[in-house]
């Protein structure tokens, strides 16, 4: 039987190279297929489009192992918490989560309690879910996803807790099994990890070195997708625009944006583009593409050249706002979002009004703002902050209300005109009224006959709202 605990290390998470890293090929052990047969799992998914993936990953293997999905966690026999590291808001929410599971063990002694995720991969969180809550039987961390299997047949065969969390580079690991969550739309990874070292952010940490896929084993799962009637890829990454550079050839994100496309799928997105390395190249591939959507997300975090340096950005406010305008330019009627940091350590006020400046020239279409949060390990975590927490707040609302005007002018646009929705399926709010995306990822609820999950209609926008847009289905 090998060690109960493999735990996370940070040093180990801060180192890197230079090598191409090792693509291994993922086959399901004899012994684990039909353990959970009867038996049911239920998954909570924290975090980014990388951690959906995942999830989805994860899925796969429970249903190859025997499992069947269930909606109801007091039903399941297996219960996976997906966790979130980015800030400590997430990771204060998982406690709670894990700590009401608690209950759940009491009515149901067998249930088995597995935490994945980036907190796993945090030294730690991973003591104090070890220390304080005894619940969780299994820790596994973003590296060795493929180990849940393994591991749910160790605590089951010998009730004791494991813990398995590599702090490597990480490797590419291909032929997981997956079930995906949705039949019309799918996240598609095209590289794992990060190099950038922003000097707040954990991810660097809890997902490895910047290492992306083979271009045919990408190719390969659009085209599969396209065959089962799929509509929609985002491809997803930390920074995609760094793709291929680790494998040392001469292919960039924008050669992939183009074969990408020549797959014919409806719909082409992307997941996190870095103002570094958005080349010509990318332009050319976007603006080439009809499958590629017009919409960009290109976070700024600040507007303050003295603030982007801190925070290790590899841009001046100048460099940002230039790239910015020639993407306006290029690429008209495209959407532009961001995300934006308030209260980074000792931000002036004058800082932050220059952030407010940037985005009164950049009027994004929307924005997701956070308030800085520490993470232990990272560079930021050990400068001086003496800025006070109801500053940072106020700050974030003066932002916010920002936001919110320009997402309301911008949606103006569309007034009365006839856009194309992606259809999600029926709101949560009202069974009567559908909801999709637009190609600029506008959403939109409408009403109509005949309309189905992955459909792609015409609807006529009659009400503009900030952030979503409302309309009926013309035929
Ligand atoms: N505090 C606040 N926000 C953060 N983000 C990343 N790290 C932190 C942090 N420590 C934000 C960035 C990033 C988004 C995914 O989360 O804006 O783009
Ligand atoms: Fe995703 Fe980052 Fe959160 Fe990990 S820490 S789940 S990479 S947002």
Redesign the pocket.
């Known amino acids: 039987m090998k060690k109960d605990y493999i735990l996370p290390s940070l040093n180990d998470a801060r180192r890197r190279n230079k090598e191409v890293s090792k693509n291994v090929s993922f086959i399901m052990d004899d012994s684990y297929k039909g353990l959970g047969e009867g038996k049911h799992y239920y998954i909570i998914t924290h975090g ?1 489009q990388a951690n959906q993936r995942d999830s989805e990953t994860m899925a796969g293997l429970l249903d190859q192992m025997g499992y069947s999905m269930c909606d109801d966690e007091k039903k399941a026999d297996v219960i996976i918490v997906n966790t979130c590291a ?2 400590q808001g997430a990771e204060e929410k998982v406690l709670g989560e894990i700590g009401a599971l608690k209950r759940l063990k009491t009515l149901n002694p067998d249930l088995i309690i597995a935490l994945g995720g980036c907190m796993a991969q945090e030294e730690e969180s991973v003591r104090t879910i070890m220390e304080k809550y005894r619940q969780v039987d299994i820790i596994f961390g973003t590296h060795n996803i493929y180990s849940l299997p393994k591991l749910l047949y160790e605590v089951i065969t010998t009730r004791t807790r494991k813990i398995e969390v590599f702090s490597g580079m990480g490797e590419v690991v291909e032929s997981l099994p997956v079930t995906r969550f949705m039949s019309h739309k799918a996240w598609v990874n095209i590289m794992y990890g990060c190099d950038k070292f ?1 000097s ?4 660097p940490y809890t997902r490895g070195k910047e290492r992306s896929r083979q271009k045919e084993d990408i190719i390969y799962e659009v085209e599969e997708l396209v065959k089962q009637g799929y509509k929609e890829v985002c491809l997803l990454g930390q920074n995609v625009n760094a793709y291929g550079k680790d494998l040392h050839i001469d292919y960039t994100f924008g050669d992939l944006l183009s074969d990408v496309a020549k797959t014919g799928i409806d719909r082409i997105r992307f997941m ?1 583009s870095h103002p570094w390395d958005f080349d010509d190249t990318m332009i050319r591939s976007i603006k080439e593409n009809k499958n590629i959507m017009p919409y960009i997300h290109l ?1 700024i ?1 600040s507007g303050n050249t003295g603030i982007l340096k801190k925070m290790n950005r590899r841009y001046t406010r100048e460099e940002y706002l230039a790239l910015f305008d020639k993407l306006k330019e290029q690429l008209p009627g495209y959407s532009f979002t961001t ?3 308030v209260g980074f350590p000792n931000e002036s006020d004058e800082a932050f009004e220059d952030t407010l400046s940037a985005y009164d020239h950049c009027q994004f279409d929307n924005a ?1 703002t ?6 232990e390990g ?1 560079p ?1 975590a050990a400068m001086e902050d003496l800025i006070d927490r109801s500053v940072k707040e106020e700050r974030l609302q003066r932002l916010n209300e920002k936001v919110a005007y320009y997402a309301n002018k911008k949606n103006q646009r569309f007034k009365d005109s006839i856009v194309e929705v992606l259809v999600d399926g029926v709101s949560k709010r009202n069974s009567n009224v559908y909801s999709g995306y637009t190609p600029e990822n506008k959403l939109v609820n409408f009403t109509g006959e005949n309309i189905h999950t992955g459909d792609i209609v015409k609807v006529k926008i009659t009400e503009v709202m900030s952030f979503s847009l409302n309309g009926v289905k013309v035929d």
């Open positions: 980014c980015v800030r922003c707040y952010c954990i991810v996190t976070p975090q995300d934006i940091i997701f956070f308030i800085y949060s520490k993470r990272t930021a």
